[in-house]
């Protein structure tokens, strides 16, 4: 199963020479979650590689056009390619009439189901949301896998369990007198988190607490920190230290106003807020794997 961040824009607001308007496509083992499809996202999606088929959700933050205009074409797209399979829409309820205009301008003939969304909680299986502070109704959005279990190998052999009893022991919990506690160690679920748009604000926070990898926007610099602060924008330190406090392993900065072409600044403002996170100053087209598992304390 592959579990990847694919980055099809980075831009705020206006798209530069190199970088297109935002969106985000998180696969997730069966499931693709697009986040937040800016203009040009369909062409992005195609330099990419990626089918646009396979997304099964999309996850607007709000409704701001650099985060939303490449709905239609994208849904438009789905339908030529005879998508069969539902598509869930998940948006801010304050803005609905935005999204009912934008579905309504796509090729009908696609099973969308419409999922507004004004308060925090579970949208989805495994998918919350915390509110932001932006200057529209805005939510970011948390993937989290369960916990579980790792077996160890040394332990299953030394219980005289092999070949379909191991999967008799996960679904079941015991075979005779050994548990699966005997034969494996806790094992933390992956989680993902995006942060669009926001002033700092405890949603952020809760939403990247402890995670595997924080997509998180960095319009300003630092010494922006004023006009960061006018437009509810993190700077590059804010996102840096929003990685820190909540302790996420890996932080990937995007959304970055045409103001900068030179991003190695804001990469390295970002690095030094952002204590043991490993920070990527995002480039369209990237990709970037979950980390590993990690086991639980």
């Known amino acids: 199963m592959v579990r990847e961040l694919v980055v099809l824009g980075t831009a705020s607001q206006v798209p530069t020479r190199t ?3 935002n969106g985000y496509l998180l696969r997730w083992d069966r499931e693709a979650y697009l986040f937040d499809p800016g203009e040009g996202t369909q062409r992005q999606l195609t330099l990419a590689g990626v089918a646009p088929p396979s997304i099964t959700r999309i996850c607007l933050t709000h409704v701001h056009g650099d985060h939303s205009y490449g709905l239609p074409g994208v849904l438009s797209r789905m339908v030529l390619d005879r998508v069969e399979h539902p598509v869930h829409l998940h948006y801010p309820a304050e803005g609905e009439a935005v999204v009912r205009a934008l579905v309504g301008l796509a090729t009908p003939g696609l099973d969308l189901r419409l999922h507004p969304h004004g308060s925090a909680g579970e949208v989805a299986p495994g998918l919350t949301v915390e509110p932001l502070r932006h200057r529209v109704q805005t939510f970011g959005y948390r993937l989290a ?3 579980g279990r790792t ?16 999967g008799r022991l996960q679904r079941d919990g015991r075979i005779g007198s050994v548990g699966l506690a005997d034969v494996s160690v806790p094992r933390r679920g992956q989680r993902v988190a ?24 960095c319009t300003f610099a630092d010494e922006d920190a004023d006009l960061a602060a006018d437009y509810r924008h993190l700077t590059a ?6 990685a820190a406090g909540a302790g996420a392993r890996t932080l990937v900065l995007s959304h970055f106003s045409g103001r900068y072409a030179d991003l190695a600044p804001l990469g390295e403002q970002a690095r030094a807020a952002a204590g043991s996170a490993v920070v990527h100053v995002a480039r369209d087209l990237d990709r970037f794997v979950l980390p590993r598992r990690r086991a639980a304390a």
């Open 151 to 166: 077996l160890l190998p040394d332990r299953l052999a030394a219980a005289g369990i092999a070949g379909p009893d191991v």
């Open 145 to 147: 896998e369960p916990d």
């Open 19 to 21: 970088r297109n308007h």
């Open 237 to 242: 330190g804010q996102a840096g230290a929003l």
């Open 194 to 217: 995006v942060v669009m748009d926001t002033a700092p604000c405890p949603g952020a926070e809760a939403l990247a607490e402890g995670v595997d990898l924080l997509l998180a926007e």
